[in-house]
């Protein structure tokens, strides 16, 4: 079956300093989404990318989806304490299988 | 707008017993999905619904686990007989679109096998 893999599992930063974390699919995404899950909550859908090479902004976050549309990244930018978390990446292979696959996710646990 | 709605919150139950988990998606929404989060890890989809039909059900161990979303509006999930490695959060989510677009977590249902 299909398996979404990301690096790091976790992530340790000085406040101020950037984060990036990776996802790989073992095929071909239709799409990919990403999450952000406060401890204790729920995952919070952030973006979705759809096309070949896209790259989407929000703030200081930065996604960005492989040519093949086997990988992706998200990349923050001079990180806050309101980032910690942990970030999901999911994709979706399409061909008559609808449910996301989630990778297991990366910590990023931020020192002030 | 309401959010999507699950219960209980938490519950404790010793092996081979069995649970129930309920959910009530956001209004209008048709696909509805299951998954399981264990701790530490992300979550794993159990099973889908689109509108009262299950679409993909690969993954949920059917001898134990079972689900249901009779008239395509909220759904059930049944664990009997529970085992210890069923100890995790129960996640419902819901969107409007079976293959694009958002997914909207409940908060949970966090469960202890004894």
């Known amino acids: 079956g299909q398996q979404v893999m990301q690096i790091p599992q976790y992530q340790h930063v000085q406040e101020g300093e950037d984060f990036t974390t990776y996802c790989n699919s073992s095929?071909?995404?239709?799409?990919i989404q990403w999450y952000k899950q406060r401890p204790g909550g729920h995952p919070v859908f952030l973006i979705q990318?759809?096309?070949?090479?896209e790259v989407k902004k929000q703030k200081r976050l930065t996604f960005q989806f492989g040519e093949a549309k086997k990988n992706s990244s998200l990349h923050i930018t001079a990180t806050q304490t309101t980032d910690v978390g942990t970030y999901f990446c999911?994709?979706?292979?399409?061909?008559?299988?609808?449910?996301?696959?989630f990778g297991k996710g990366t910590h990023l646990i931020i020192q002030p | 707008e309401a959010g999507v709605a699950q219960s209980p919150r938490y519950k404790i139950i010793e092996k081979r017993q069995s649970v129930a988990f309920w959910c009530n998606p956001i209004?209008?929404?048709?696909?509805l999905y299951w998954y399981q989060q264990i701790l530490g890890q992300g979550p794993k989809l159990l099973i889908q619904?689109?509108?009262?039909?299950?679409?993909?059900d690969s993954q949920l161990p059917k001898d134990r686990f079972s689900a249901e979303r009779l008239k395509g509006v909220d759904s059930t999930l049944k664990i009997q007989p529970a085992k210890l490695e069923d100890s995790a959060v129960y996640l419902c989510?819901?969107?409007?679109?079976?293959?694009?677009?958002?997914?909207?977590f409940g908060e949970g249902s966090r469960l202890t096998v004894l």
């Open positions: 095929t071909t995404l239709s799409n």
């Open positions: 990318l759809v096309k070949s090479g």
């Open positions: 999911a994709g979706l292979t399409g061909g008559g299988a609808d449910g996301l696959t």
């Open positions: 619904f689109q509108n009262n039909g299950v679409v993909d």
């Open positions: 989510a819901s969107r409007t679109d079976r293959y694009t677009g958002e997914l909207f």
């Open positions: 209004s209008g929404h048709a696909t």
